[in-house]
């Protein structure tokens, strides 16, 4: 078989794994790179305007005079948000949270390296391999920003697992890990009005979604939330 990648072909896989929480694939389909997670699709390289939003609506949601924040990343994924993290001189540190260590593999030494080299040189950034709900509970270190991309939203988790994020108890771990004033952002696939409600009674204020407009279909968006000084 020719090693030649010829883009009128269907997806050509790249990477295969058994991972700890089920399969993982990286594939290659024409110009794109795709992650699957237990043949379900996940991301793709084709745009990443939701994961600079996150990253934006976070920062821009923080008082002005909170100098060089700390934002703790959920999700490696393609490395969208980091390398849009690590662009903006005005963060501080910068910790992504991943618990996939195939994905931490493609950026390292793999397929995916050439997206995200510059920022995971960066001196500010951090990879923590460990899924991110142990993480958030477990964890004592605290950040201005958690900017949260690690499913399709608290209304269509991929993995049942993740369901605990956007509980009560989740979002209480979520509020411990925040300073003062701190911002929750998190991503989602589609609003989700009960959602909002669920983080007013977690004791966070200043609650929003920001929508995120797509060539078709509902448009994705990013929740937000603040914790009281």
Do not use: K
């Amino acid at each position: 078989m020719s090693s030649t990648y010829h883009p009128e072909e269907g997806p050509v896989t790249l990477d295969r794994r058994e991972g700890p929480y089920g399969e993982v694939v990286l594939r290659r389909h024409g110009g794109l790179l795709q992650i699957i997670a237990n043949g379900t699709f996940l991301m793709d390289t084709s745009d990443g305007r939701s994961e600079r939003l996150l990253i934006d609506a976070a920062r821009d949601a923080l008082t002005p005079d909170r100098e060089q924040p700390a934002v703790l990343i959920g999700g490696l994924g393609v490395g969208f948000s980091l390398t849009h993290a690590a662009a903006d001189p005005r963060w501080g540190r910068i910790t992504v949270v991943e618990r996939e260590p195939a994905v931490i593999d493609w950026h390292l030494t793999g397929p995916l390296r050439h997206l995200t080299a510059p920022a995971l040189a960066d001196p500010r950034t951090e990879i923590v391999a460990s899924d991110l709900v142990r993480h958030l509970h477990e964890s004592c270190v605290t950040y201005d920003a958690l900017c949260l991309d690690i499913d399709n939203g608290p209304d269509w988790t991929v993995t049942e697992d993740n369901d605990s994020l956007y509980s009560p108890a989740g979002l209480a771990a979520c509020r411990a890990r925040l300073n003062p004033g701190g911002v929750l952002a998190i991503w989602s696939a589609q609003p989700s009005a009960n959602f909002e409600g669920t983080l007013r009674n977690a004791g966070f204020r200043a609650v929003r979604t920001e929508e995120i407009p797509v060539v078709r279909g509902v448009p994705d968006v990013v929740h937000l939330a603040v914790r009281a000084a």
